[in-house]
Structure formats: structure tokens, C-alpha cells
């Protein structure tokens, strides 16, 4: 269970990002004005710094243990 854990917690590192872009761009783009990805990307890190790609990733890690 542990070792489970461990994994999600390493894969949602590297896929939560694209979780903030992906939301922001389809449901929320009205509001945010991206361009892209290039153009949410850079815009997220530069007004939020990089703790805004990982804004609300403590609950995305527990749903994706508990799933």
C-alpha cells in the first residue's frame, strides 16, 4: 500500500500540471484568456509561481488513492 502511495504520489508530480491546464483551458478559458498550453503554462508560473501548478493537488492525490 505504501509503494502505491509513493507511485501516485511521483506520477501526479509529473501529470497534475497538466490537470490545472486542462481545466482551466476547457472549462474556465472565458475567464483565463490562454492561447495554449505554451501561453497557460507560462502565465500560471508567472502570476502564481509554481506553487499554481500544484494549486489543490493535496485532493487530487487523495482521490487517486483511495480509487
Do not use: C, D, W
Request: aromatic share 18%; glycine share 6%; charged share 20%.
Amino acid at each position: 500500500m505504501f509503494s502505491s502511495v509513493i507511485a501516485e504520489a511521483v506520477s501526479m508530480v509529473i501529470y497534475y500540471p497538466y490537470e490545472i491546464f486542462k481545466v482551466r483551458y476547457i472549462a474556465k478559458n472565458e475567464k483565463f484568456q490562454y492561447k495554449g498550453i505554451t501561453h497557460a503554462f507560462s502565465n500560471i508560473v508567472e502570476k502564481e509561481g509554481i506553487r499554481g501548478l500544484y494549486n489543490g493537488s493535496s485532493f487530487f492525490l487523495v482521490n487517486a488513492v483511495m480509487s
